[in-house]
C-alpha cells in the first residue's frame, strides 16, 4: 500500500472493529492502519488516536495527518443499549455517518465502508430468506438509524459518486471482544458462561431463530467486498448477507455436544420483541452474484472454533474433534 493511501478504522475497540483491524494490519501492515476510538484500547496493535466521532474538526486532522484514503466507520450504539438511550444513538450514528461522508465530498477520503444491520427489517418484513429489496419497517432507534444511513450512503454514491460500500450484518459472533450492547450478543457471552462452567441465562426465548455469522465471515466479508473492483458493487445502500440461522436453544445443543454439563435457562426480556421484529433468515444472492461472497462456518464449526480459542484465553483445557 502507498505511503499516502493509508487506512482509517472509526470504532476500532468493538467487536468487529478489534477484529477487522487485525486483518488489516495483517494485510497491509501496521504503518499504513490508523485507529481510533473513544476509548484506549486494551492493546495497541498498529497507531492509535482518541477521537469522538461527532468532533468532525478532529476527525479531518487525522484523515490529514495521516493521509487516509480509506474509512471504516465502525462506530455505533447497538441495539439493545440504543433503546435506552434513544437521542444519542441519534447522534452518535447518524452525525457520525455524515461526518465521513461529508469529508468524502470534499474529497479527502477515496472510499469508505459502513456497516449496515437486519436491525432496518421489523414486523411486516417477509421473515423468511428476506430479500435485498424489501419493506423496511424498524422499530428500534438503532434500526431507524441504520436505515436513514442505508439511504445517505446511496444518496452520496449516486449524486456525488462517493465509493461507499456497506453489508447488512446479522448477529455477528466472535471471541476477540466482549458483547457490546446488542441484541444477539447472548450468543457470544453464552460461549464465555460455558467455559467457565455457569449456568446462562438467556434473555431470548429458546426458539427465536435469528440469522448469525461467525466473525472471521463477517471480517472475510467486509474485505472481500472493499477490495471488490468497484463494477462489481451493484449495491450502494448495503448488501444482505448472512452465515447461517439458529436459535439460542440450537447454540446451547451445540456448546453440549463438547461440554456435556452445560446448562442453560430463558428469561426473555425487552429484547424479545427487538429479536422477534427480525428476520428468521437472510437471502444474500446479491453478495454472491456480484463479488463472490460464501460463508466458512455454519453453527458447528463455529461453536468448535469459538471454545477453542475461548479455552486458551479463559486458560481451560477442554477437548474438541474437529470434524
Known amino acids: 500500500m502507498a505511503e499516502n493511501n493509508n487506512i482509517l478504522v472509526i470504532g476500532a475497540n468493538g467487536q ?9 494490519v495483517n494485510t497491509y501492515g501496521k504503518d499504513h ?6 476509548r484506549e484500547p486494551t492493546e495497541k496493535i498498529s497507531l492509535f488516536e482518541a477521537l469522538d466521532v461527532l468532533n468532525q474538526e478532529h476527525l479531518k486532522q487525522i484523515i490529514q495527518a495521516y493521509q487516509i484514503s480509506e474509512v471504516y466507520l465502525l462506530a455505533a450504539l447497538l441495539s439493545a443499549r440504543g433503546e435506552q438511550n434513544p437521542m444519542l444513538t441519534w447522534q452518535v450514528n447518524m452525525d457520525g455517518l455524515i461526518h465521513v461522508l461529508e469529508l468524502a465530498r470534499e474529497g479527502y477520503i477515496k472510499k469508505v465502508f459502513w456497516p449496515s444491520s437486519i436491525a432496518i427489517f421489523g414486523a411486516s418484513t417477509p421473515k423468511k430468506d428476506t430479500p435485498q429489496e424489501t419493506i423496511t419497517s424498524p422499530d428500534t432507534m438503532y434500526g431507524i438509524t441504520k436505515l436513514a444511513g442505508e439511504r445517505l450512503c446511496a444518496y452520496y454514491a449516486k449524486k456525488y459518486h462517493i465509493d461507499v460500500r456497506s453489508l447488512r450484518f446479522p448477529g455477528l459472533v466472535g ?22 462452567g455457569k449456568k446462562y441465562h438467556c434473555f431470548l426465548q429458546e426458539n427465536t431463530q435469528l440469522p448469525f455469522m461467525y466473525m472471521p465471515d463477517a471480517v472475510k466479508a467486509t474485505m ?6 468497484n463494477h462489481q458493487v451493484t449495491v450502494r445502500s448495503s448488501y444482505n448477507i448472512t452465515g447461517f440461522s439458529c436459535t439460542p436453544a440450537a447454540i446451547a445443543e451445540a456448546i453440549r455436544k463438547i461440554i456435556p454439563g452445560f446448562e442453560i435457562t430463558y428469561e426473555p426480556d425487552f429484547r424479545q420483541q427487538i429479536a422477534d421484529s427480525w428476520p428468521d433468515s437472510i437471502d444474500d444472492q446479491m453478495a454472491r452474484k456480484d463479488w463472490g461472497w460464501q460463508p466458512a462456518f455454519n453453527l458447528e464449526s463455529m461453536t468448535q472454533d469459538m471454545l477453542m480459542n475461548l479455552s486458551r484465553l479463559h486458560k481451560k483445557e477442554i477437548i474438541i474433534d474437529i470434524v
Open 224 to 229: 472481500q467486498l472493499m477490495q471488490s473492483q
Open 175 to 196: 471471541y476477540n471482544a466482549l458483547p457490546g450492547g446488542g441484541t444477539t450478543d447472548f450468543a457470544v457471552d453464552i460461549y464465555h458462561k460455558a467455559l467457565e
Open 16 to 24: 468487529l472493529g478489534t477484529e477487522l483491524t487485525l486483518a488489516l
Open 33 to 38: 492502519v490508523i485507529t481510533t476510538d473513544i
